[in-house]
């Protein structure tokens, strides 16, 4: 009865999917499986005992380069797994040699992508330690780096199965020139985004204005920035058209201009008129919030139609739009204190009508 159950086990085993016996395709699924073990065993003792080494370190640099090649280290268990699967069902020619080294490009191209995201922070410090201490440009130069990585790795695994890049794109002709022509307005953005950076026109989170587009800078791509206007909608621009257009950027300014007029009735008095522009004068020359290093002027310049008028020029000594707020109504209070002081009033726009009597001739 035993025998005649292995005879039948047997019969099974030796039964050939795609010419191969099905115990040899058994054997490699353990192979396969075996190296699967060999990977976890790895991971759990090797690499935890090398974590715990690292953080033993002084260094952080060396806990970065164990995260950026833990992964690609525990991938090469089945890319063994792999080449040992097909090697023990005989099937080595080129393309199980080119599928391997393919695989080896991907794990090494992996590794370098990975080294990229964990020394990012590293780059925004480097460059604004040692450059023009801007965070967009460390973005900037970031991006450009996997963006050269993952074509890199792209390049070499074409080339790995045979195909000719170079030859790819130079048999493209009128195509490959029809291309370089559609690519040329995403160079000009490139190279845009670059003259921003560099140039350090504005930085995220900085009130910008670009011809119609006015907001705030929500981030700065390769090939456009994100602007979020004030009614919350989002503008974007090229950067190739910020790079040639003015730029007006209020989050640079550290102090706000104020323009006014004061228009008083007509029928103030000079002596009046000239206490009220005198106290005003007085009043922003020792206010706390009026910038005392740049001009201010309250003359009594202009008759308009309705009112004698007072202009005032000023600066406040911030740029925040609140505390701007906050100074104006505060100026504007003191100044409705001064004037109600004195024998005059606000004037508003008016019209006076003069009805002429007929003077009656007696007979």
């Known amino acids: 009865m035993k025998n005649d159950i292995l005879e039948k086990l047997l019969e099974y085993l030796n039964i050939k999917i795609l010419s191969l016996p099905l115990y040899k395709i058994f054997i490699a699924v353990f192979i396969f499986f075996l190296f699967l073990v060999f990977r976890k065993a790895f991971t759990f003792y090797i690499l935890k005992t090398l974590k715990l080494f690292t953080r033993k370190t002084k260094t952080d640099i060396d806990d970065r380069i164990f995260k950026a090649l833990k992964e690609p280290l525990k991938f090469l268990f089945i890319i063994g797994g792999v080449y040992f699967f097909f ?16 695989l080896l490009i991907f794990d090494m191209f992996w590794a370098f992508y990975n080294m990229v995201n964990v020394f990012e922070d590293k780059v925004y410090h480097l460059i604004g330690k040692y450059g023009k201490a801007s965070r967009e440009m460390a973005s900037f130069i970031v991006k450009i780096t996997k963006v050269f990585i993952i074509s890199l790795g792209v390049i070499s695994l074409l080339q790995e199965f045979g195909i000719n890049v170079t030859g790819f794109l130079a048999s493209l002709g009128l195509g490959g020139l029809a291309f370089a022509l559609a690519a040329k307005d995403t160079a000009a953005n490139i190279f845009g985004g670059i003259a921003i950076l560099t140039d350090n026109i504005f930085k995220i989170g900085e009130w910008i204005r670009v011809g119609d587009a006015e907001g705030v800078v929500e981030d700065i791509g390769m090939r456009t920035t994100k602007i979020r206007a004030f009614d919350k909608r989002l503008i974007i621009v090229p950067n190739a058209v910020i ?3 003015n730029v007006e950027n209020f989050s640079r300014r550290d102090k706000r201009r104020v323009v006014m007029r004061i228009g008083l009735v007509y029928n103030t008095s000079i002596e009046t008129l000239k206490e009220v522009v005198r106290e005003i004068r007085k009043m922003l020359l020792n206010h706390p919030n009026v910038a005392k290093d740049e001009s201010l002027l309250v003359y009594f310049d202009e008759y308009e139609d309705s009112a004698l008028s007072i202009f005032c020029y000023f600066f406040t000594t911030t740029a925040n739009w609140k505390e701007y707020l906050e100074i104006r109504e505060d100026i504007n209070l003191k100044i409705k204190n001064i004037i109600e002081k004195y024998p005059t009033d606000f004037a508003f726009p008016s019209n006076s009508i003069y009805f002429e009597t007929p003077l009656k001739v007696e007979k």
């Open 243 to 245: 790079a040639n257009s």
């Open 87 to 102: 090697y023990y069902l005989e099937i080595r020619g080129e393309i199980l040699f080119h599928v391997i080294k393919a």
